[in-house]
T-cell receptor
Framework: IAGITQAPTSQILAAGRRMTLRCTQD?????MYWYRQDLGLGLRLIHY???????GKGEVPDGYSVSRANTDDFPLTLASAVPSQTSVYFC??????????????FGSGTRLTVV | GQNIDQPTEMTATEGAIVQINCTYQTSGFNGLFWYQQHAGEAPTFLSY??LDGLEEKGRFSSFLSRSKGYSYLLLKELQMKDSASYLC??????????WGAGTKLIIKP
């Protein structure tokens, strides 16, 4: 089934630990995004990539890093997790970049709890 | 600053009609999206409007007024499966998506 796969589904992480959230898509979409979703707030963009080999910072990039070595994969790394990074993380993709009018395809999310 | 406002929660009855409003303030505007998100699941795309007026897709319709910075999502013949959060998002002049916090829609039998 074409779409986006995120792993893990959920994770409890000790503060200070390093963690990589994985995201893989099989739709050959050019653009990929990482969002966090917190109760009472809208989705907030962490980082994005318009095409393989390029990345950019979103609204809330601090404490996170990404890489885009190929079209399909877009991992998100927390170098040293803090409790404020407790959230649900969604990976998304689109065929034509942030200006797309086709809508984004979202993964099923990773629920991360930092203790 | 940029802002999207939508009601936090709404309740409606199965078989009825409900309208979910969204107002936006963005630096420039390149269109407005509506997404549906069931609890614990990913958002899914419902509609995109860039021109004024009503766009109909089956039981769901979306309206846009650019001069008023206003949109609504209209859901007809409500079904229990329509219980979900509905997210409004505006595309600004830099083609960044600005998201509202979502409206939780509760459908009662």
């Amino acid at each position: 089934i074409a779409g986006i796969t995120q792993a893990p589904t959920s994770q409890i992480l000790a503060a200070g630990r390093r963690m990589t959230l994985r995201c893989t898509q099989d739709m050959r979409h050019n653009a990929m995004y990482w969002y966090r979703q917190d109760l009472g707030l809208g989705l907030r963009l962490i980082h994005y990539s318009n095409t393989a080999g390029t990345t950019g910072k979103g609204e809330v990039p601090d404490g996170y890093s990404v890489s885009r070595a190929n079209t399909d994969d877009f991992p998100l790394t927390l170098a040293s997790a803090v409790p404020s990074q407790t959230s649900v993380y969604f990976c998304a993709s689109s065929d034509s970049g942030q200006g797309t009018t086709d809508g984004y395809t979202f993964g099923s999310g990773t629920r991360l709890t930092v203790v | 600053g940029q802002n999207i406002d939508q009601p936090t929660e709404m309740t409606a009855t199965e078989g009825a009609i409900v309208q979910i409003n969204c107002t936006y303030q963005t630096s420039g505007f390149n269109g407005l999206f509506w997404y549906q998100q069931h609890a614990g699941e990913a958002p899914t795309f419902l509609s995109y409007n860039v021109l004024d007026g009503l766009e109909e897709k089956g039981r769901f319709s979306s309206f846009l007024s650019r001069s008023k910075g206003y949109s609504y999502l209209l859901l007809k013949e409500l079904q229990m499966k329509d219980s979900a959060s509905y997210l409004c998002a505006a595309l600004d002049s830099n083609y960044q998506l600005i998201w509202g916090a979502g409206t939780k829609l509760i459908i009662k039998p």
